[in-house]
DNA sequence: GCAAAAGTGTTCCGACTACACCCATGC
DNA sequence: GCATGGGTGTAGTCGGAACACTTTTGC
């Protein structure tokens, strides 16, 4: 510990050095509708300095006691009414000079970022508009720029939900109960892209983990052969929990 | 959200409600003792409260205008003299009540902790004693009740060695620039466990990928055949980055 | 019947496993 | 020679990729 460092018993003598802090939690929230197979990503406009005006990620300050976790559901719950959700921690931006209110006349606080990462369902997400569109879904190709280092957090983000969907079982906290296994292959389809795997074989993989119980139930939508109908088991996935790469 | 909610156009109107921080960082900080087949995380004793007395992980406390990360490598450098490391960050634990120091009598300020995990190399590691034993190695499965909850941390921090020896080259970082695939299988090893692989199989596999350089050179430790020395070929593995499970 | 979507089966090939075995050195 | 560690090879097996084919529906 270099010189000009050093604690005392309760509070560190010269806390003039430490940086003080206001803690935000970013959420990069992502949906995806598979009908039109768009990924989606939750942005907000900001109504306030800094960057009032500017597109961003919805973020909030946590308050006295509350958790880290709980200011990042606390924001989610403000923008959209959602039932069925997966939600983590991503990264946290922590440098200085990432907010503007950091100037250095200021008081010398510090802005940092514990940003989450979210997936919920498109079909079930009722977005909570302030009567002026200052909220919105946009597909991840077409996010606008975003404020602060938004844009940063959000790539950080669109990485994990990628690897996520590949050896955790996240999509299903985002399909209904019972589901098709077409509408799982969308899924991963609209998130992966089409190049990862061919819908048989994603099948037959899938089937033959032994997670997915077959209801018995079909479902006809227009044409085509109706398609049984699936539910998650999650007891039958627990085995599988520590094995990577489940699902590709 | 709930009733109690009110944003205002500009800074929160009350920013009272607001909890304000002091940032820290936490390192977990493994080295493989290859030799003895140990793998060792570095802990210091608390000189001061709160957790006098108690072995915690290294730490200090962000000051003004210092990244996350730079702070993370400050507290190393404190610690251990060393060359050749790798360090990531682990996980933001950040809920009050994790520090005795927030007294609800005090002035409310959060503790929160950006945990970092680092790698070093132990031949290479010279520790920073400062005249009493205060800091030390401890094989991972004698470590000592740790102060806060930095227990928690050190389990994440072994969580993500586990993962990252399996899917990236963090193992160069800390071997010599010419090493043997004995040197690298026994660092895999004493890791991973011995039940991961065969050593020919895991011979075979490595070399397959291309990325590891025949130097030419041989050495000789004691019995037995002399081994080939081998060098990390960042370029020829830059293509397998995004690949899952290269080593295992 | 035809298109569309679901579901099955088959062939090929590469990768991983589990070994057995050969090679070069110290003593 | 023999123990020790390094290095090579191989037979068996499993799983994924690619793709052809069958089934069941709507129209």
Redesign the interface.
Known sequence: ??AN?H??????LSTV???????GVDNVIFSVDTHRNRLLVLVVMR???PFAGHWSLPGT????????EAAAY?VL??KVRVNTLYLE?L??F???DRDPRESPQAF?V?Y?S?SHFALVRFEDAELIGDSSGSIAWYPLAEVPQLAFDHTEILSYGYHRLRNKL?YSPIAFDVLPEVFTLGDLYQLYITVLGDGFSDYSNFRARLLKLGFLQDTGQKTSRGAGRPASLYRFDAAAFEPLKEK??VFI
């Open positions: 510990m270099s460092l604690r005392t018993p309760n509070y560190p050095d430490l940086a003080d802090f206001k803690v109504q306030t300095d300050l946590v308050r006295q006691g509350e958790t880290l606390r719950a403000e921690q990264y946290t922590g440098g200085p010398d510090r940092l514990v590949e990577p790469m």
